[in-house]
């Protein structure tokens, strides 16, 4: 592969927010009949759009109640498990190493974009809060921009044509299973990421089986590999 541009996912390849609240969702859902914990929402969840995780979250409460839920059932538990997430928010920090991950992709001379499922503007907040914007703006693309959101390819076909990059040059970084298949489906190599708090045992495994290429433990192991393969092709 030649690589043309980096794609960067950003909760949990830059920053660490998948696991904050993750506890406090986790009992919030308990306390209304589910028995899942904090691995089963990552599994379930992570790297899913809004609407989609809603709409999957409601059809389980549904198996719970044992009958549809109400519009107003639906609605509480949703909204309160992401303000379960949302107060916590403030713990958040940045991925150990993912600035000088961008650092060095700048060096290379490689574009770059960060393409997430999360809404525009909680992206564009911690996109400015952890420094990333001088190295991707205007580049910063929510899959509110697009008709479907991951594990659909909307939002890495969507990054590829705004950077002006055919989408079989374009490496992803991603750190979901179904961000992995978003960009496989995108017709793109795809680099998985373990080093975000939420990645649980098995989520290795996860990774290559939605078909990254390559999984690394931590940013450092990225850029050493993304020299690397730059370097093949001086």
Not at 20 to 31: K, Y
Not at 159 to 171: D, F, K, R, V
Request: overall charge negative; some cysteine.
């Amino acid at each position: 592969m030649t690589i043309g541009a980096v794609l960067f996912d950003c909760d949990g390849v830059l920053v660490d927010s998948e696991v904050v609240g993750l506890e406090d969702s986790a009992e919030f859902l308990r306390q209304r009949g589910f028995d899942w914990g904090p691995s089963e929402l990552i599994r379930r969840f992570t790297g899913k759009r809004d609407d989609r995780f809603r709409a999957e979250l409601i059809e389980a409460y549904g198996d719970v109640l044992g009958r549809p839920a109400t519009e107003a059932e639906a609605d509480e538990l949703f909204e309160g498990m992401l303000e379960a997430r949302r107060l916590n928010k403030h713990k958040m920090q940045i991925v150990e190493g993912a600035i000088e991950t961008m650092a060095v992709t700048q060096r290379l001379g490689l574009p770059m974009a960060v393409a997430s499922s999360s809404r525009q503007e909680h992206l564009d907040s911690k996109i400015d809060r952890f420094r990333f914007a001088a190295f991707v703006r205007p580049h910063v693309y929510s899959a509110d921009r697009v008709a479907h959101g991951k594990p659909a390819p909307d939002i890495f076909l969507h990054s590829a044509e705004q950077l002006g990059i055919a989408p079989q040059n374009c490496l992803v970084l991603e750190d979901s299973p179904y961000g992995v298949m978003a960009g496989v489906a995108a017709g793109m190599e795809v680099w998985g990421f373990l080093g975000g708090g939420h990645c649980f045992d098995g989520h290795s495994e996860r990774l290559s089986a939605a078909g990254a290429v390559k999984v690394f433990d931590d940013h450092f192991a990225v850029q050493q590999e993304l020299i690397a393969v730059m370097e093949e092709h001086i």
